[in-house]
């Protein structure tokens, strides 16, 4: 028996198991592409004021330094997509992956739970499960285990599903059969290069993260600047615009993970109770959500950015 490629298709099939949409694995080492790509991103300051983003540079390119003897990376792929949207066509908006309960508190429990069975199936296995919490290239990685392409948009992009998923991986110190990347299919479109309000998407598969609405309404901690006025499609908390008008996400389907779905309210919510928003509202919606990360006066900000 070919014992990486049984213990593979174990791996496989208890992700499956447990809700992700795909699972692929490789090589752990340097990401030689990549390295030139994140140095050249740095220096263009299209992280803006995302700090973080210049820390740890030789660990985001090398997973061998966060899990010490690590053969290989498992990437995971899991859908968010949802089966409703907000009802009043004129609120402000938010992300669909934010709909829910944190994604990072529902995946790490999924992982942890994949790591417990590779260690009660094949034994003594070492390794660490990370979802969007580390400085990894995540989608490098699941690009590179054949879940998909990296699009114009710099989301991970697969031909059955589109783009509506987290990705996370598993770490460990076991070698298995390695999986190849698959071919881009984006060809000429340029759906969300046209479609994207500030203009953040470049022609050359990058994103300026200084220019998105994702940045300026999460990430971005001090005043919105005045000249990006007008400019936000009514988004107060992320941005799909991107996705939403990409020809891959036809595909899309409804997700069945019930801690995704939204609070019913959230859904129900008009303008006009969005921008009369209190604290106590904003607790109740939000609690074990994602928004969170914005804190209430965070959302306030961007609410009122977007009325006045």
Known sequence: MNLKNHYTSLLKAEAKRLGFLSCGVSKAGFLEEEAPRLEAWLKKNSHGKMQYME???????????????????????YNYFPEDTQHDPEAP????YAYGRDYHFVIKDKLKQLLEFVKAEIGEVHG?????????????WAKKSGLGWIGKHSNLLTQQVGSFYFIAELIIDLELDYDLPV?????????????????????EYGVDGSKCISYFTIEL??????????????????????????????????????????????????????????QETFSKV??????????????????EFLSE
Request: charged share 30%.
């Open 93 to 96: 908006k938010i992300s669909k």
């Open 286 to 303: 939000f609690q074990h959500s994602a928004v969170k990360r914005t804190k209430f006066s965070g959302l306030k900000r961007n609410i």
């Open 55 to 77: 820390n740890h540079f030789d660990k985001r390119l090398d997973p061998t330094l966060l899990v010490e003897d690590s053969k290989s990376v498992v990437s995971l792929i």
């Open 221 to 278: 901690k001090e005043q919105i600047p005045s000249e990006m006025k007008g400019q936000f499609d009514n988004w107060m908390f992320g941005c799909d615009v991107c996705q939403d008008v990409c020809p891959w996400n036809r595909f899309s389907k409804a997700h069945n993970e019930p801690l995704f779905n939204p609070k019913p309210e959230l859904l129900s919510m008009t303008k006009k109770d969005w921008e009369e928003i209190t």
């Open 128 to 140: 660490r499960a990370f979802v969007d919490s580390a400085p990894i290239l995540e989608k490098a």
């Open 183 to 203: 071919t881009d299919h984006c060809g000429s479109c340029s759906a969300c290069i046209d479609a994207c309000p500030t203009e953040a998407i470049t022609s």
